[in-house]
């Protein structure tokens, strides 16, 4: 084999390592058979969940779905409300106090008070996850419009751009923080929907589904919703790092 | 418009346009008048009634200790500072009625790193209603005419300190300014790139005539490019001495040995020594 194909298969092999080690945890019997099936078990019983009794993806769905009009919804209230108060420094400071208060408050504390008002729905397990979300995003634009370069948007002004035009330099200056701040806010919105569909009385998702099997003792089905949630929290945070890359080509250069 | 001058010669040595346009038309009136300018930062005054006059079609080095407000000056004078008091005309009209070009000392913040180099020089264009069409066009017209040998589909991130800086200064020549202003231009640049640098600027300013003000900290390079060499005082500032450097053009790494070069920067380093211990 040579060096080429030897790099392009390295990523694969802390993969093949980490199921090599637990066939052999399930072979010497390390761990309770009942605790950890083995990797064949739990493949074949994320076989079936997603796409023989659907159950599974019927779950994956609704999460993906939810964790979407999060971010979406975050998006649209963080981005407008972080560039608003980044334009105005002294704005921001005089906020930035109740910002980093939320900011450092868990998000799951406020639990119980979103039951209260909206609800045992759909909707509030949305808005707990868009209100996490959020406070990361308002922090960062804040940040990045602030931050913007002086001279860049002098630089602007100096050969004649209107005001638009150098607000448009100001929002271009802040996207590489933006999305640190939707980056961060994904994540988090991902870890509240989890927890929200546990505790919040849901009836379907990736959360209750853990749970479910976790009442009922069913391991591989259990392991295999783990999987669907890690797989999500995955392509989010990919799906983000590549729109970054081709939209904010310039970050960190 | 002066940009669109050919380099004149007269017995095989390139004269500068400004020499050129003054003489044939006779007119001796400056291109930039300051008159009464008065600038504080605090309670540190830096300028009071100051005045001053620069010639048209000519390269002025300013050149003065730390402190005295060089950049101030330029800055003031492009307007990208406001002044306490006074007035500052560029032929009787403000900054705001003429085109001029500005290039910042830090290329790095100065550029737009999501633009092509090529999108950053015709940038200026698309606040004179320059149709897309022609903007190419002037940016090609440009690039040719000073046979600028860089891919400018690049991103300026990709390209060296040197490449970026001669991008700013591309997209200040671009709008065909009637004055272009460098603040301390090449101050970042390694040795051998600022020797590159300073005869490029010198074959722009032969080929078009500008008059060009440039912030230099480096007294070669002041009297190397100039014209006329404004040394200042320490603040509040004014003016010492305003020399000419009477060396023919292009000037070369043999005008470093050249008499009257050598004459004018020992009197400009003997003024600015004066100015350090005072």
């Known amino acids: 084999m040579n060096q080429k194909t030897l790099d392009r298969l390295r990523p694969f092999f802390g993969v093949v390592g980490l199921v090599a080690i637990w066939q052999a945890a399930v072979i010497g019997e390390v761990i309770d058979p009942v605790l950890l099936p083995s990797p064949a078990t739990t493949l074949s019983a994320l076989h079936t969940g997603l796409f023989e009794s659907g159950r599974l993806a019927f779950d994956f769905g609704k999460t993906v779905q939810r964790a979407a009009m999060s971010i979406a919804l975050a998006s649209a209230i963080g981005i407008p409300i972080g560039v608003i108060l980044g334009a105005s420094e002294k704005f921001y400071r005089s906020v930035e106090f109740i910002i980093d208060f939320f900011r450092s408050t868990p998000a799951s504390a406020i639990f119980p008070l979103f039951l209260l008002l909206f609800g045992v729905g759909d909707m509030t397990k949305v808005y707990i996850g868009a209100f996490g979300a959020s406070l990361a995003i308002i922090f960062n634009v804040a940040y990045g419009v602030m931050n913007a370069r002086k001279t860049r948007v002098l630089a602007a002004k100096v050969m004649g751009a209107p005001a638009w035009q150098r607000m448009v330099v100001v929002l271009l200056e802040s996207l590489p923080q933006t999305f640190i701040g939707l980056r961060m806010g994904a994540t988090l919105a991902l870890v509240l929907m989890i927890t929200a569909e546990m ?39 990919l799906t983000l790092f590549l729109l970054e890359r081709r939209f904010v080509h310039w970050a960190g250069r | ?268 380093l003997d003024i600015f020594q004066q100015q350090v211990r005072l």
């Open chain 2, 1 to 268: 418009m002066v940009a669109s001058l050919a380099v004149r010669t007269i017995d095989g040595v390139p004269v500068d346009q400004g020499d050129v346009a003054r003489h044939s038309s006779g007119n001796k009136r400056p291109h930039v008048t300051v008159r009464g300018l008065t600038k504080r930062f605090g309670d540190r005054t830096i300028y009071e009634k100051f005045d001053l006059d620069l010639p048209r079609g000519k390269f002025i080095s300013i050149f003065g200790p730390n402190g005295c407000g060089k950049s101030t000056l330029i800055n003031m004078i492009a307007g990208l500072i406001p002044v306490d008091e006074g007035e500052i005309l560029f032929d009787g009209q403000t900054i705001n009625e003429i085109r001029f070009g500005y290039v910042f000392q830090n290329y790095r913040d100065a550029l737009f790193p999501w633009m092509s180099a090529w999108d950053n020089i015709a940038y200026p264009l698309r606040f004179m209603k320059v149709p897309k069409a022609e903007r190419n066009a002037r940016v090609e017209a440009l690039v040719k005419r000073f046979d600028v040998r860089l891919n400018l589909q690049q991103y300026p991130y990709q390209m060296s300190g040197g490449q970026q800086q001669l991008v700013s200064i591309l997209r200040a020549l671009i709008v065909e300014p009637e004055i272009l202003f460098l603040d301390e231009p090449f101050s970042a640049l390694d040795y051998e790139m600022t020797l590159f640098m300073r005869d490029q600027l010198q074959r722009m300013f032969i080929e078009t005539g500008t008059t060009t003000i440039i912030v230099s900290h480096d007294l070669d390079e002041a009297v190397y490019l100039a014209d006329q060499v404004l040394l200042l005082s320490r603040a509040p500032t004014r003016v010492v001495d305003f020399p000419g450097v009477d060396v023919p053009r292009p000037r070369n790494a043999l005008t470093l040995a050249d008499a009257e070069f050598n004459r004018v920067k020992g009197h400009c």
């Open chain 1, 199 to 237: 505790l919040l009385g849901s009836v379907d998702g990736l959360g209750l589904r853990i749970f479910e099997e976790q009442q009922l003792f069913n391991m591989p089905g259990m392991y295999a919703a783990i999987f669907c949630a890690g797989l999500l929290g995955y392509t989010i945070n």
